[in-house]
């Protein structure tokens, strides 16, 4: 997806034209769609991907992990991002099963979602709108109540959670649910003849400076809060 750069910048426009002007791919059409939806973590991609993807028979299928929240995206309590909102997978007797609990939600609510989206989709002043009143003053009230759970829950740094010894039983929970989406996400991909690519993003966290990672080391995060 793409909210902070033109359109020709965004990373599968260069990829495109990186790739069009490669040897490998001399005398080939090179297109490269574009399914990225924000807030999306890898079980809605997977889903996405049964459901949308797989129809265009692609080459090559690319996921892009980031660190920040698709881990904590696959267990409920973790979940920075609408947790309440959100398809889950969990896993039973080793097999991945959907959870779909959020489908129950009121069927008024959906539609007003999915006819405000639309809007926004074909509107610029719906854009501008999207931008001032949903993510200016919804998206923020209600990620400051999340953070606040999470904080309370886990730490002020929960947000390093992934980077250190997996010690609470949630993010365990969360980075084995993760791994079986990866797993199956690779079997369903190359079943259909098609070659799958996982690609890790950097966070914020990944760029700190001495004194700010000898802050996280010391600190309290990797102790479970009940």
């Known amino acids: 997806f793409r909210s902070q750069v033109d359109a020709r910048?965004?990373?599968?426009?260069?990829?495109?034209?990186?790739?069009a002007g490669c040897a490998a791919f001399r005398g080939q059409k090179v297109e490269v769609l574009n399914f990225g939806v924000p807030g999306f973590g890898t079980a809605q991609e997977l889903i996405d991907y049964r459901t949308r993807v797989?129809?265009?028979?692609?080459?090559?299928?690319?996921v892009a992990l980031f660190?920040?929240?698709?881990?904590?995206?696959?267990h409920r309590a973790?979940?920075?991002?609408?947790?309440?909102?959100?398809?889950?997978?969990?896993?039973?007797?080793?097999?991945?099963?959907?959870?779909?609990?959020?489908?129950?939600?009121?069927?008024?609510?959906?539609?007003?979602?999915?006819?405000?989206?639309?809007l926004a989709n074909r509107s610029r002043l719906g854009?501008?709108?999207?931008?001032?009143?949903?993510?200016?003053?919804?998206f923020r009230s209600g990620k400051a109540g999340e953070k606040a759970a999470l904080d309370a829950r886990f730490g002020p740094l929960n947000g390093l959670l992934i980077y250190g010894p997996p010690v609470v039983p949630e993010m365990i929970e969360a980075w084995q649910v993760t791994e079986a989406i990866l797993r199956e996400f690779h079997k369903e991909v190359t079943a259909k003849g098609s070659r799958f690519l996982l690609l890790t993003l950097s966070q914020a966290y990944q760029q700190?400076?001495?004194?700010?990672?000898?802050?996280?080391?010391?600190?309290?995060?990797?102790?479970?809060?009940?």
């Open 54 to 62: 797989a129809k265009f028979s692609p080459d090559i299928v690319v």
């Open 9 to 19: 910048d965004t990373f599968s426009r260069v990829a495109e034209r990186k790739m």
């Open 67 to 74: 660190t920040d929240n698709d881990i904590a995206n696959n």
């Open 127 to 138: 854009q501008l709108l999207a931008q001032a009143i949903i993510r200016g003053r919804w």
């Open 208 to 226: 700190l400076n001495a004194a700010e990672r000898e802050a996280a080391n010391s600190s309290s995060i990797w102790a479970y809060k009940s």
């Open 78 to 118: 973790l979940n920075p991002v609408d947790a309440a909102k959100s398809p889950y997978f969990l896993l039973k007797d080793g097999q991945l099963v959907l959870d779909d609990a959020f489908a129950a939600r009121p069927a008024r609510y959906t539609a007003l979602r999915d006819l405000f989206g639309n």
